[in-house]
């Protein structure tokens, strides 16, 4: 099994310039999740979902949008893309809560620098 | 909201040393990971636990549901455990994952 796959690695974006971070599970986990990592700071959560056809907001979704069709893939949409959101963004899965919780497994990693 | 808490924030040790990270959190939870992450690296999940104690080579993690208290222990500290170290917690109902901001492990030969 791959895990958690993340594209692209690294990417430079211009301002006002959009793009979309791609993440793919193979484990079948219901739950998936988008963070940022700012340096010196903990994961803030951008956006999650518990299953296919479901999504919700985290704690810094302004700027992001995300969809998911299917249970492996949950990509992140960035349009007009600012300063602010240079970052390193991470992919995450788990199969469950509650009875069903399970360790976390997360993508490499993307490091986006907006200029 | 659940708010965690890291402590330290920094530490640096000697090759050999047993190591402590705690982690507080404020509300009640379902589960609570340790993960760590290597410089430029990926995160990598260690433990998951809700009670008791979990014990991994010379990683052992303990929890106290009570207190709302955990703990990362290294056994026979070594370079190689060198990395930041991150606690997270799950709220019953809760569908999100809350991170403290981590504890950056440095250990010298």
């Known amino acids: 099994n791959a895990g958690v796959t993340q594209t692209p690695k690294f990417r430079i974006l211009k301002i006002g310039q959009s793009m979309t971070l791609q993440c793919t599970q193979d484990?079948?986990?219901?739950?998936m999740y988008w963070y940022r990592q700012d340096p010196g700071m903990g994961l803030k959560l951008i956006y999650y979902?518990?299953?296919?056809?479901?999504?919700d907001k985290g704690e810094v979704p302004n700027g992001y949008n995300v969809s998911r069709s299917t249970t492996e893939d949950f990509p992140l949409r960035l349009e007009l893309a600012a300063p602010s959101q240079t970052s390193v963004y991470f992919c995450?899965?788990?199969?469950?809560?509650?009875?069903?919780?399970?360790?976390?497994?997360f993508g490499n990693g993307t490091r986006l620098t907006v200029t | 909201k659940n708010e965690v808490e890291q402590s330290p924030q920094n530490l640096t040790a000697q090759e050999g040393e047993f190591i402590t990270i705690n982690c507080s959190y404020s509300?009640?939870?379902?589960?609570l990971h340790w993960l760590q992450q290597h410089p430029g690296g990926g995160i990598v999940s260690l433990f998951m636990?809700?009670?008791g104690k979990k014990k991994h080579g010379r990683l052992i993690a303990t929890i106290n549901i009570q207190e709302k208290h955990s703990s990362l222990h290294i056994t026979a500290s070594h370079p190689r455990d060198s990395a930041v170290y991150i606690c997270?917690?799950?709220?019953?109902?809760?569908?999100?994952?809350?991170f403290g901001k981590g504890t950056r492990l440095h250990i010298l030969p």
């Open positions: 997270a917690v799950r709220s019953p109902g809760d569908d999100k994952i809350i």
């Open positions: 484990m079948n986990h219901n739950y």
């Open positions: 509300v009640g939870i379902s589960a």
């Open positions: 995450a899965s788990s199969l469950g809560e509650g009875p069903r919780n399970s360790p976390l497994h």
């Open positions: 636990l809700s009670s």
């Open positions: 979902s518990v299953g296919a056809g479901i999504t």
